[in-house]
């Protein structure tokens, strides 16, 4: 949903679990409340709507984006890609 006003982009995604993630076997990917915030130039994640700020991930500045990538194409085998986009940052990568 976008708010123009306070010049933010928010809305549900789903993460794809890393590696090392402890319950990965129950599941692999969790669902996260993502913002991008256009006035403080960050994307940031939550696990509820209504999550305090203490409660976020550590905010990526845009500067810290690499870039985007679109797996999507489905494999030889016909089966499309775990996830719908890859946000690349210096860090690490966020599949989302």
Known sequence: MWHSRERTLKGWLRKVKRDGAWAKWLSSTTSRYYTLDFSSQTL????SEEAAQLERSPAIPFRD???VEFPGV???SGQAAACGFIVKTR???YEL
């Not at 940031?44 to 696990?47: D, I, L, P, S």
């Open 91 to 93: 860090q690490r990568d």
């Open 74 to 76: 489905p494999s030889q």
């Open 65 to 67: 984006i690499i870039g």
């Open 44 to 47: 940031f994640y939550t696990r």
